[in-house]
């Protein structure tokens, strides 16, 4: 195993170097700036009066400066970032410099759609490509990220309940307890009261409860399918004719469709609604990496008799086609849609980064990417297995998906060592951290996911050092107490550092906060 040890700079932040005044400027890149507010000036209005308190820095400086601050940091660059669920999917990189191109990010939103057909092109095609992989009948791309997705269809599903008159009546959606957090918040936001099924032994929906919750108040119900736990909902079809039974949707959180991407459709499981995270399953970055999308799917469910379908009900424009004038344009929602949850129609970038994945990958490799994603989560727990320190909770003898969440509880009980502990050890071990204490209902949850891209080297390497660290939580348990070592910050006061008056969430307020203290 490579040795690890992360740089440690005692770097200053950017506004509290020195002034080197106007001369160190790139002279051409103030030409340009001129002439360009020349050209396209910058209405009075949106100018801004006083300056930036930004220190003018040679080119060198400032180089030298975010390079040392990137090897302070670890990314999925340097090694893996085995994050459960929100896992760094692989990011080509033909991807970045095609969704960057000039012909994309030049383009603005108010722009005549004559002039934007290519971009309108791939749009449509991503919506066409995304129905066909969910199993829809159609899509909209307007939301900005997964949460932003799921608001967007529970909003879709209170707006159809109120179109057929029973807004009073139908008030609950169900949510099982392993779902991601967004989903009840969501479900919370759109106006329900959120009611939450337990998880049964075997990994799946308890069957008892779900039936005992559904009655004539639900709404809809959200669910994750593999879910959080990397495990396929057996009982999905069971589950879908029992809401349809008391006339609720079925809302699918594709987030993570890399479980199952190719080899099933949420559509063909009895969903009506599903969003897709292209910053996930998609390749496109997230976590710093530029903004998302949570593009949202549905079925042409009849609402009543009004003559409209879901798709009709659904936030946001559509990229359309006319086929006799030959134009891709856009069809802004109508007075029965959920309408506009944000100012523009969409994150366009993340979209195209999508379309770019898809398109390089083609059916066959998408299908390829969920069977690698799949077996490396085997395979790792084929490594794990006979563990004491670590324990494999809910669906027993089950294969995972794309994740698995393993328990340190068996090590904790024995040696005092937590979940926290074990994410520093892998920290000073070179890798990332894996998601922790989540889904709630695994004690002191390790939830591992390595995607599709990681090799088998790194997968083993990780293994060991889960080993590695249960051997020496049972020889000396203070010792991972001190955990991490050769990172550039050490273990942090997580309360404190969370605390609002802790953080100063701009330099402005720092200052400020300096000055009195
Ligand atoms: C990441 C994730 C979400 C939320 O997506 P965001 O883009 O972070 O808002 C929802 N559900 C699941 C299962 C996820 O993994």
């Given at each position: 195993m490579r040795e690890y040890v992360q740089a440690r700079w005692s770097e200053p932040l950017i506004m509290e170097y020195p002034d080197r005044g106007p001369a160190v400027y790139a002279a051409p890149l103030e030409e340009d700036l001129e002439r360009l507010n020349r050209e396209r000036p910058v209405p009075e209005s949106l100018l801004r009066r006083d300056p930036p308190e930004i220190p003018?820095?040679?080119?060198?400086?400032?180089?030298?400066?975010?390079?040392?601050?990137?090897?302070?940091?670890?990314?999925?660059?340097?090694?893996?970032?085995?994050?459960?669920s929100c896992t760094m999917k692989y990011n080509p990189r033909v991807a970045l410099e095609l969704a960057f191109d000039d012909r994309v990010t030049g383009l603005h939103p108010h722009m005549p759609v004559e002039e934007v057909q290519g971009l309108l092109q791939m749009l449509y095609e991503l919506q066409e490509w995304l129905a066909h992989i969910t199993g829809m009948d159609g899509c909209i791309l307007h939301p900005a990220a997964g949460a932003h997705g799921e608001l967007a269809?529970?909003?879709?599903?209170r707006r159809y309940h109120g179109l057929l008159g029973r807004a009073g009546v139908k008030d609950e959606i169900i949510v099982p307890d392993s779902a991601h957090g967004t989903n009840p918040a969501s479900?919370?936001?759109?106006?329900?009261?959120?009611?939450e099924i337990p998880t049964a032994e075997d990994g799946n929906v308890d069957m008892g409860a779900l039936k005992a919750a559904v009655g004539e108040r639900t709404a809809g119900l959200m669910i994750t399918n593999p879910s959080t736990l990397g495990l396929f909902e057996e009982h999905i079809l069971e589950i879908a004719d029992l809401i349809h039974g008391v006339g609720g949707l079925l809302y699918y959180d594709g987030a993570n469709l890399n479980g199952i991407m190719g080899y099933a459709r949420p559509g063909d499981m009895g969903f009506d609604i599903a969003h897709l995270n292209v910053h996930k399953t998609f390749s496109a970055p997230h976590g710093g990496g530029g903004p998302g999308a949570g593009p949202v799917c549905a079925k042409a469910v009849p609402v009543g008799d009004t003559g409209l379908t879901l798709l009709d009900l659904l936030p946001?424009?559509?990229?359309?086609?006319?086929?006799?004038?030959?134009?891709?344009?856009?069809?802004?929602?109508?007075?029965?849609?959920?309408?506009?949850?944000?100012?523009?129609?969409?994150?366009?970038?993340?979209?195209?980064?999508?379309?770019?994945?898809i398109l390089s990958m083609g059916p066959q490799g998408l299908r390829l990417a969920t069977e690698a994603a799949v077996a490396k989560t085997n395979y790792f727990l084929s490594l794990m297995k006979g563990s004491k320190g670590y324990s494999l909770p809910y669906g027993k003898g089950r294969p995972r998906k794309h994740e698995a969440v393993l328990s340190a509880e068996p090590l904790r009980r024995e040696t005092g060592v937590k979940a926290d502990d074990v994410?520093?050890?892998?920290?000073?071990?070179?890798?990332?951290?894996?998601?922790?204490?989540?889904?709630?209902?695994?004690?002191?949850?390790?939830?591992?996911?390595?995607?599709?891209?990681?090799?088998?080297?790194?997968?083993?390497?990780?293994?060991?050092?889960?080993?590695?660290?249960?051997?020496?939580?049972?020889?000396?348990?203070?010792?991972?107490?001190?955990?991490?070592?050769?990172?550039?910050?050490?273990?942090i006061d997580q309360v404190y550092a969370n605390h609002p008056r802790t953080m100063a969430p701009t330099w402005r307020v720092y200052l400020k906060r300096r000055q009195t203290g």
């Open positions: 003018r820095l040679t080119e060198t400086e400032l180089i030298r400066h975010y390079t040392r601050l990137s090897q302070m940091s670890y990314g999925v660059d340097q090694g893996p970032v085995p994050l459960g269809g529970t909003l879709t599903i479900a919370a936001m759109a106006g329900f009261r959120v009611v946001g424009p559509r990229v359309v086609y006319d086929e006799d004038e030959g134009l891709y344009t856009i069809r802004w929602p109508g007075r029965h849609s959920v309408g506009l949850i944000r100012a523009y129609p969409f994150n366009t970038i993340p979209l195209i980064w999508a379309y770019i994945y994410a520093k050890g892998l920290l000073d071990r070179g890798f990332y951290a894996p998601t922790i204490y989540f889904p709630l209902i695994v004690d002191e949850a390790l939830m591992i996911e390595f995607t599709e891209t990681e090799t088998i080297e790194n997968i083993e390497a990780y293994a060991e050092a889960l080993k590695e660290i249960e051997e020496i939580s049972k020889r000396n348990p203070q010792e991972p107490k001190k955990w991490p070592l050769k990172t550039s910050v050490g273990r």
